[in-house]
DNA sequence: GAAAAACTCTCCATCCACTAGAGAGTTTTG
DNA sequence: CAAAACTCTCTAGTGGATGGAGAGTTTTTC
């Protein structure tokens, strides 16, 4: 609390800047020490100047330039420190939010490798549990398995659209679905239903587009192939009908890209066709 | 899904980069478009590269450079990224670590400005209710009170040492603090018994050296110059006396700077010094 | 199907906030 | 009173962009 002066490397020490740094904030009138030695040249930081070399650093933060700083910092206006600062507070609770969305991002992109990496054969029929997940999407506007493949592409722009529009942001490395109803699939007739993302429950985005699909036992056919969709279903619906499992709601495609990050990956996305299933006993 | 190639500007904009900047990445091998028009040299991008371009970012945050970044990705190395991506996994946890301490610490500089506009005139006795609060500190090994300059210094700096030691960071901007025993005071001995800093609960560090001020309602006086402690405090002494108050705790003298950014400040800190009282009824 | 608007190309210069190093002088430590 | 550790100024260089000029190419619009 009394006079004590720093010397210029331990003021960089204990602030974790580096010297020349604190050499240009006293060029650029950032950060002018408190006394410099007349003879040497030396300068001489106070211990309570790290209060401002903290608020440069928020200043910093929120995109502001040194000459920005140091016009604003030489207004000497307290108000305006208060004001910036409590516009760095509202920047951290962003970056929080950001910072979670990021995190998931990623959590995901290992689970894809992981899972892409344990895929099994195209062609491989399975039964398996499937926890609870939710989508996020919208009802298909046309039938894009019996169109041609631009029908499939405008819908997927559809959805793509209507995600920014919400406010999604790293639309990229989440897995697209599609659904066809369950009464439809037990008809064969491969109708598209809706078109979605898979998602966690607490996204920011328009909540009502958002739907939860259970847990339960689902049929499933991995397919590394998207052509192959159609002919997939049927053999899932024949699968289904030999074992004696009874479809016990909507049928899923779920797209499984892994995180792909090389131009020449062998095989670059894989598909799960899936359908949940209940036994009689 | 299908084939869906997107020119540059798309591009960017779909993954917030500029234009330059994949150009950049082109011409640095990070990322090659994956059709150029051989013509008119017109760079076309995959809409799946943008996995590629997270990937980009994640180790530019990670700090590795353009250069590096070039070689990793260049190996087509899945277990590599796999690895890249658990790193960049554990730095979130840190970031969001430190973004909660740098909350804290916007806080704490926004309080202090609030408390220091709102601060009485030096001499100003009051009587206030005053929340539980956490220090952290160490017990004085000299009595600076009696001594000279440097032995409250010195102490000052052993808590500093101390702090530094247990991985608190941003020292500055925490309010520094001294106590006497509730014995000592009321006999006007004035002999300080520790020195600490006020902190809030959940902070890393050692938890030994932490303790809870209760809250209550305390007797206090402001000062603006800390070589009037030792009278004031004396004056405290007398204003309970006067008033019956009975001392039911130790005294505490909280060093109160407001958040110090500019370099002509007319009044540079100020002190609370308090005492837990109670009443006889 | 022509004109206008919006993109894109390459190449070069510029920016900012630092970092690095040379060569000389000054404090601090033992 | 050396040796070690700082510090000074000054110049040059760095990485990762950004900006503009001038020419060419798509896309949109009427």
Redesign the interface.
């Given at each position: 609390?009394?006079e004590?002066l720093l010397p210029i490397g331990k003021m960089a020490k204990?602030?974790r800047v580096s010297i020349p740094t604190l050499r240009l904030y006293d060029e650029k009138g950032l950060l002018?020490p408190?006394y410099i030695d007349p003879d040497t040249g030396y300068r001489y930081y106070d211990?309570?100047?790290?209060?401002?070399l903290?608020?440069i650093a928020?200043m910093k933060e929120l995109g502001m330039s040194l000459s920005e700083i140091a016009h604003a910092?030489q207004k000497?206006d307290?108000t305006l420190?208060?004001e910036i600062?409590?516009r760095?507070?509202e920047q951290?609770?962003e970056?929080?939010r950001q910072?979670k969305a990021?995190?998931d991002?990623?959590?995901r992109?290992?689970m894809s490798?992981e899972r892409y990496?344990k895929s099994p054969a195209t062609g491989t029929l399975s039964l398996e549990y499937i926890d609870r997940r939710f989508v996020w999407g919208i009802p298909c506007s046309t039938n894009f398995y019996s169109g041609d493949?631009h029908s499939?592409?405008k819908v997927?722009r559809e959805l793509r659209l209507k995600l920014e529009e919400s406010g999604f942001q790293?639309?990229?490395?989440y897995n697209?679905g599609t659904s066809i109803t369950r009464e439809n699939f037990v008809n064969g007739q491969f109708v598209a239903n809706r078109i979605f993302i898979f998602t966690n429950r607490h996204t920011s985005g328009d909540q009502s587009a958002m739907h939860m699909v259970d847990s339960g036992m689902y049929a499933c056919i991995y397919l590394d192939n998207?052509d192959d969709e159609v002919s997939g279903a049927g053999m899932l619906l024949d699968y289904c009908r030999e074992n004696q499992y009874q479809i016990c709601g909507d049928y899923l495609c779920e797209?499984m890209?892994g995180?792909?990050?090389?131009?020449?990956d062998p095989r670059?996305?894989f598909l799960r066709l899936q359908v949940p299933v209940s036994f009689e006993k």
């Open positions: 609390m009394r004590e204990l602030n002018k408190r211990i309570n100047q790290n209060a401002r903290d608020m928020y910092l000497e307290i420190v208060e600062l409590s760095k507070n951290i609770h970056q929080m910072l990021r995190h991002a990623v959590e992109a290992i490798i990496r493949i499939y592409e997927l790293q639309i990229h490395s697209i998207y797209v890209t995180f792909q990050v090389f131009d020449n670059r996305m």
